[in-house]
């Protein structure tokens, strides 16, 4: 099972990414998916969520009205659109998935069990 991330990579302050998780396997199609992300020095942070459906998502406030989590089940991908990027979202960008449940019930890193290697986002100011 692997998760590749993909979409990282250098932008200016208020600029804007898509991010890419596409899943080995059409079993994650059934599970939450989630993206996180791990600045240097820092513990690695919840970023957004999605539920298997797509009908429900949670996010950081940090990230709230700049970020978008979706998901194409068809393709076992899912996606971040990034805007408004700010110098403090850089990071290193994790996917990850709960193949195990349907509905959002953590944002904790322990709650999921799979992950991809993750891709770099640096903000430039």
């Known amino acids: 099972v692997q998760l590749q991330a993909s979409g990282g990579g250098p932008v200016q302050a208020g600029g804007s990414l898509r991010l890419s998780c596409a899943a080995s396997?059409?079993?994650?199609?059934?599970?939450?998916r989630g993206w996180f992300r791990q600045a240097p020095g820092k513990e690695r942070e919840f970023v957004a969520a999605?539920?298997?459906?797509?009908?429900?998502?949670a996010s950081a406030n940090s990230v709230n009205g700049r970020f978008i989590i979706s998901r194409d089940n068809a393709k076992n991908t899912v996606y971040l659109q990034m805007s408004s990027l700010k110098p403090e979202d850089t990071a290193v960008y994790y996917c990850?998935?709960?193949?195990?449940?349907?509905?959002?019930?953590?944002?904790?890193?322990?709650?999921?069990?799979?992950w991809g290697q993750g891709t770099l986002v640096t903000v430039s100011s």
């Open positions: 396997e059409p079993t994650f199609g059934r599970g939450v």
């Open positions: 990850a998935a709960d193949p195990t449940r349907m509905q959002i019930v953590t944002t904790s890193p322990s709650g999921f069990a799979y």
């Open positions: 999605i539920n298997w459906s797509g009908g429900g998502t």
